[in-house]
């Protein structure tokens, strides 16, 4: 692409002289010159949209000198870079000129072949400038673009330096998490839209925010919906243990959020959570013309099963056993060997608790209610029982109870 110049100068003759010396880099397409004979001249056809990319100019001219033509330039949003000329030995000028921000300076009489070089110099330091700006850009569009997705401190990354996690389609072990606001879809339908956007955007905001502070990558919100995936794109060895925390954080939000919206007259359904940690296909599946970074497997197909599955437990978060066996003294209660759709085998469930929760006596004393279970202790029942009536809100050990005194035995459980 031509570069175009502006030689600023009065002297009648070098518009030619210029002309002649730079044929060849004329003819060419190299450079291309324009001319003005004072500042107020050159300021005139910049303004008038003149496309310039660099400024010769003379310091002594009429009604407008080189030296304040140069401190007009460097006032400009997006300043030309300007090499001064000047008489040999005008030392004052020059670094008057230098300090104003003249990128270089030659002197007169000129030398062509060093004003030669003094240009490609400039137009090179031109063009670095150029491909900065264009990176900042690309970066700060990239950034915009994965801050819906990603953390901020992984956008941030993916922004400056896109080649740090590779976006492309590749299998590797990660952690799912999905939930889910139970009846949602049937309670916004008689909702008037003045309250329904500002809950949506008050509880999406503060569950993509934990999402976000625990290293999780939001894949999608459907409706009041979330997918999140922890150990992609970028590796995080703690995944799991990721994913337990956060889905603590958000079960305490979420119940938070629904006394918060209960006292304004809205009931909302409790939030459940899903999460299974094993192997699966993650990457860009959206084209050429779209971003959608996605995870596929049997791994993300459990976690929203499980999700699901808490429905008929009566729990709000439930794991599969992959997730607590990666998480270091993990801290939950085991609620059975499920039989999920589209499962051969039974799954071994969890359901994290809050480490207060967990050292409780309800706690222990549900352990013990369940290792009856597993081993078809009838005592069980009274055991299940006497901790339901201790602990009425406890609808895991209601569900137990339930199955126990339909016949059901064992801790295998069929799901519908």
Known sequence: MTATILVVDDEPDLEALVQQRFRRQIRGGEFGFCFAHDGVEALDMIAGGKDVDMVLSDINMPRMDGLTLLQRLQETADPLSTVIVSAYGDMANIRTAMN?????????????????????????????????????????????????????????????????????????????????????????????????????????????????????????????????????????????????????????????????????????????????????????FGGDKFFDYNAY????????????????????????????????????????????????????AFEPLPIEVYDSTAARAYLDAFAKLETENPLAIPAFAALLGLHSEDHLVGFHLRRLLNGATGARIALD
């Open 100 to 284: 104003r921000g003249a990128f270089d300076f030659i002197t007169k009489p000129i030398d062509f072949g060093d004003l030669e070089t003094t240009i490609r110099k400039t137009l090179a330091h031109i063009e670095r400038l150029r491909e900065a700006r264009r990176r900042l850009a690309e970066a700060e569009r990239a950034h915009a673009l994965l801050s819906r997705y990603f953390s901020p401190n992984l956008a941030e990354r993916l922004a400056s330096d896109p080649d740090a996690v590779d976006l492309g389609g590749q299998r590797r072990e990660i952690t799912s998490l999905f939930s889910d606001i139970a009846d949602f879809t049937s309670m916004i339908e008689t909702l008037d839209l003045e309250i329904v956007a500002p809950l949506l955007n008050e509880y999406l905001g503060g569950m993509t925010g934990i999402a976000f502070r625990h290293g999780g990558t939001v894949i999608k919100i459907v409706g009041d919906a979330l997918h999140v995936l922890f150990g992609a794109p970028a590796d995080q060895p703690d995944h799991a243990t990721r994913a337990v925390a956060c889905a603590l954080e958000l079960d305490q939000y979420a119940q938070t959020c629904r006394l918060r919206w209960r006292d304004r007259g809205v009931v909302l359904g409790a939030t459940r959570l899903g999460l299974e940690t094993g192997p699966a296909i993650v990457g860009n």
């Open 297 to 348: 497997g049997d791994t993300v197909n459990t976690a929203a099963r499980l999700e699901a599955a808490n429905k008929q437990l009566g729990t709000r978060i439930c794991v599969g056993e992959s997730v607590a066996t990666r998480v270091a003294g993990f801290k939950g209660r085991p609620i059975g060997d499920l039989l999920l759709r589209g499962r051969r085998e039974p799954l071994r």
